[in-house]
């Protein structure tokens, strides 16, 4: 098991062109601190980091919907790869991301503007390869 704890607190990145957040969270077993990155191209994003548009709860939102996409990719990388996926990269809205075997099953990063989690929603707890096998060894 990983257990994984988010910050409540996103920072704006200073990427232009769109809307960049940090965000940070720490693996309790390890006691790494990851930092990740997120983008949203200014295709996309509909906030007040563009000219005369948005409002400071359209923002929060954006924090929600790039949180959602952040977990969700982090679960599919982890259950896919059996690891973490790096912190070095900027994880950019409708793009793939593999792991750190050259050619792997490639893994989407997406904001879907539909989907949002709570900043306070922190705590993530995934399975490990091990937990899988024994879950499926317990199924037979």
């Known amino acids: 098991m990983k257990t994984l704890v988010f910050s409540t607190k996103v920072v704006l990145d200073g990427v232009p062109a769109g809307f960049s957040g940090r965000f940070k969270m720490l693996h309790l077993e390890s006691g790494q601190l990851y930092v990740y990155r ?22 929060h939102a954006w924090w ?14 982890n259950r896919e ?8 990269n900027i994880y950019q809205d409708s793009r ?4 750190e075997r050259m050619f792997g099953n490639k893994i989407s990063f997406t904001v879907d503007e539909a989907k949002q989690r709570d900043l306070a ?18 199924v037979e």
Do not use: C, N
């Open 38 to 59: 997120v983008h949203i191209t200014k295709q996309k994003y509909t906030g007040t980091h563009v000219p005369g548009m948005g409002s400071a709860e359209e923002d």
């Open 64 to 77: 929600q919907r790039m949180f959602h996409a952040l977990v969700s990719f982090v679960e599919r990388y």
């Open 81 to 88: 790869y059996g690891y973490l996926p790096s912190d070095k």
């Open 96 to 99: 793939f991301y593999t792991g």
């Open 121 to 138: 929603d922190r705590e993530v707890i995934l399975r490990d390869f091990a937990d899988q096998a024994s879950a499926a060894e317990g």
